[in-house]
């Protein structure tokens, strides 16, 4: 029996974990152990996701959040260590790209236990952000890439991976897997909500930390909202943070963040999605919906090149553009970009064919 040691800290880890998690439990041979880092902590950022995912109870519950880039990523390689020092996995497993990610990965490197890697292979190519410096580091010191899509092993063997001892394995989108399996668990949020809406999303750091950028994206959704159609945009902490600090006023139809229930449940009825979301970029296209996002760009080029993702940047001027053109747009997954919803299986079998 091998044990690994799932390392999870932010939402879309969560969310990510949880078909991965049940893979694993319909496995004989691997114990799971879960260690969340505490990154996000708010009841409706972490606890709802494991109540409503079915996600088992974490091993190991730290408590790191706040802070500076360094200052959190240090404190938990630190404290992570400890815990593998003390439950000895064969193995760990991160997800994607956040400081626990990191973190997690350098913990296990550093004692030789083997890291696999899901979502490995995604680049920006804009190393301004934490995200882009999180997955490259990662990716160094793993040994099992399970990559998402073909782009993401491609980014791989553009950067030296095929000459070096590790697996790559094109294994799908464990979002995908997430996205089917609970779509039939819908359930309207609570609100009170408009109809014909747009569904938003805004959090990424190089939005919501540059004031000309955030100033620029609250007049657009301000505009649209008054114009074109109402917006619903569950609002990340850190984006109520910040917009509080620069004074802006946020004219749209504000709910808290949402449990991924009623998230699926607003990805089906809107008429279009707006965001900077790397996962909700993607769940626009599961639920059959033009996406529009406010970054300079993004790593599923592919929903680009399939005409289903229109990249905009913080402008404002493109943003109105962009909503204007897609509203009520709808978007087909005719080439099975993302592996159909089977990846949480293919992971589980990789890690019992690689044996630690
Ligand atoms: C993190 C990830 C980002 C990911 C996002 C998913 C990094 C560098 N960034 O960004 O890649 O897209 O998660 O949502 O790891 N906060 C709360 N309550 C919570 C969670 C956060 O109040 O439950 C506050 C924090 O105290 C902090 C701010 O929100 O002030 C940002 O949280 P943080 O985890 O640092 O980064 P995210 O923006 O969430
Ligand atoms: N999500 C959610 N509730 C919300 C907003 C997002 O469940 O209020 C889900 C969303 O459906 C997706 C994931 O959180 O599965 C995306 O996380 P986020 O946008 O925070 O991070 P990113 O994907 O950009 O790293």
């Given at each position: 029996m091998q044990r690994i040691l799932t390392i999870i800290g932010a939402r879309p880890q969560f969310i990510k974990a949880s078909v991965v998690s049940r893979a694993i439990q319909q496995n004989d041979g691997i114990e799971e152990i879960i260690l969340h880092t505490g990154q996000h902590f708010d009841a409706n950022m972490s606890d709802i996701f494991f109540n409503q995912l079915n996600i088992p109870r974490p091993d190991i519950q730290l408590d790191i959040h706040g802070g500076s880039h360094g200052e959190m990523t240090g404190r938990m390689l630190a404290e992570i260590e400890q815990a593998l020092l003390e439950h000895k996995p064969d193995r760990i497993l991160v997800y994607g790209d956040t400081n626990s990610t990191l973190a997690g990965a350098l913990a296990a490197a550093k004692l030789h236990i083997p890291v696999a890697h899901v979502e490995?292979?995604?680049?920006?190519?804009?190393?301004?952000m934490p995200e882009e410096i999180n997955r490259i580091l990662t990716d160094q010191i793993s040994d099992l890439l399970f990559c998402p899509t073909s782009t993401a092993v491609q980014n791989l063997n553009n950067e030296g991976?095929?000459?070096?001892p590790v697996q790559v394995l094109q294994?799908?989108?464990?979002m995908q897997d997430s996205a089917l399996l609970f779509a039939e668990q819908a359930s309207a949020p609570a609100d009170d909500l408009p109809e014909g809406f747009i569904l938003a999303t805004l959090h990424r750091a190089e939005n919501t930390d540059n004031p000309e950028r955030l100033a620029s994206i609250v007049a657009a959704l301000n505009n649209i909202n008054a114009t074109l159609a109402p917006i619903v945009l569950p609002l990340h902490p850190r984006t109520r943070k910040l917009i509080a600090q620069h004074g802006l006023e946020l004219n749209v139809h504000l709910i808290d963040p949402v449990g991924y229930f009623e998230m699926v449940w607003l990805l089906d009825h809107c008429e279009l999605v707006l965001t900077d979301s790397g996962g909700v970029q993607k769940e626009a296209f599961f639920f059959g919906k033009a996406c529009v996002t406010?970054?300079?760009?993004?790593?599923?080029v592919e929903l680009i090149h399939a005409g289903a993702n229109e990249l905009v940047g913080a402008d404002q001027g493109k943003i109105i553009d962009a909503a204007n053109r897609n509203l009520g747009r709808k978007v087909q997954d005719t080439l099975q970009l993302y592996g159909g919803g089977r990846a949480a299986e293919r992971i589980v079998s990789e890690l019992l064919k690689a044996g630690i």
């Open positions: 490995a292979g995604l680049r920006s190519f804009n190393m301004q991976f095929a000459h070096k294994v799908g989108d464990v406010m970054r300079d760009q993004t790593e599923w």
